[in-house]
T-cell receptor, first 113, second 111 residues
Framework: EPEVTQTPSHQVTQMGQEVILRCVPI?????FYWYRQILGQKVEFLVS????????KSEIFDDQFSVERPDGSNFTLKIRSTKLEDSAMYFC???????????FGSGTRLTVV | GQNIDQPTEMTATEGAIVQINCTYQ??????LFWYQQHAGEAPTFLSY????GLEEKGRFSSFLSRSKGYSYLLLKELQMKDSASYLC????????????FGKGTRLHILP
């Protein structure tokens, strides 16, 4: 069964450093999303991406965040200058048109120290 | 605004049936999801209800009442592997819209 692949599975970074989280969505999917989940809390929406542009973003997704689909397969989330409170699991998700089934990647656990 | 409420924790016995309730109040509503999430893992899709009524899928069933802003997930013949968090979530505009999650119900299965 096709999967959404995320790398790395775990990233530790120092406060103030830039991180790039990578996702390879399922090939025929057109809608892409990033969510995050702080330990013990609910899954929160960050940003949605369709047709090579952001379609919606949440209040969490401030100027420190950006997304890109540089080569038609990878979908990246960049955090420019990480803060301690950015420590969370970051999930990429995608789904094809005319379908209700979102598929989530296995996540990247980001730890900011 | 949006509010999605579900119990924080529930406990049930292996082989039994458990019903996890969810109520929602959102500005706009398209459909309601149930996801299963094991600790440290990604959410996995269980069901998506758009119309009122019950949808059955193996041991799991999901019910929706749009007029009452209410849904439940019914798990039958519980197995130890069903120990997980169950996330109620909605999208508001259309099937491509972002998902808004509740805080999840942690289900403990006792032998």
């Amino acid at each position: 069964e096709p999967e959404v692949t995320q790398t790395p599975s775990h990233q530790v970074t120092q406060m103030g450093q830039e991180v790039i989280l990578r996702c390879v969505p399922i090939s025929n999917h057109l809608y892409f999303y990033w969510y995050r989940q702080i330990l013990g809390q609910k899954v929160e929406f960050l940003v949605s991406f369709y047709n090579n542009e952001i379609s919606e973003k949440s209040e969490i997704f401030d100027d420190q965040f950006s997304v890109e689909r540089p080569d038609g397969s990878n979908f990246t989330l960049k955090i420019r200058s990480t803060k301690l409170e950015d420590s969370a699991m970051y999930f990429c998700a995608s789904h094809p048109p005319l379908s209700n089934g979102y598929t989530f990647g296995s996540g990247t656990r980001l730890t900011v120290v | 605004g949006q509010n999605i409420d579900q119990p924080t924790e529930m406990t049930a016995t292996e082989g039994a049936i458990v019903q996890i309730n969810c109520t929602y109040q959102t500005s706009g509503f398209n459909g309601l999801f149930w996801y299963q999430q094991h600790a440290g893992e990604a959410p996995t899709f269980l069901s998506y209800n758009v119309l009122d009524g019950l949808e059955e899928k193996g041991r799991f069933s999901s019910f929706l009442s749009r007029s009452k802003g209410y849904s439940y997930l019914l798990l039958k013949e519980l197995q130890m592997k069903d120990s997980a968090s169950y996330l109620c979530a909605v999208n508001r505009m259309n099937r491509d819209d972002k998902i808004i999650f509740g805080k999840g119900t942690r289900l403990h299965i006792l032998p």
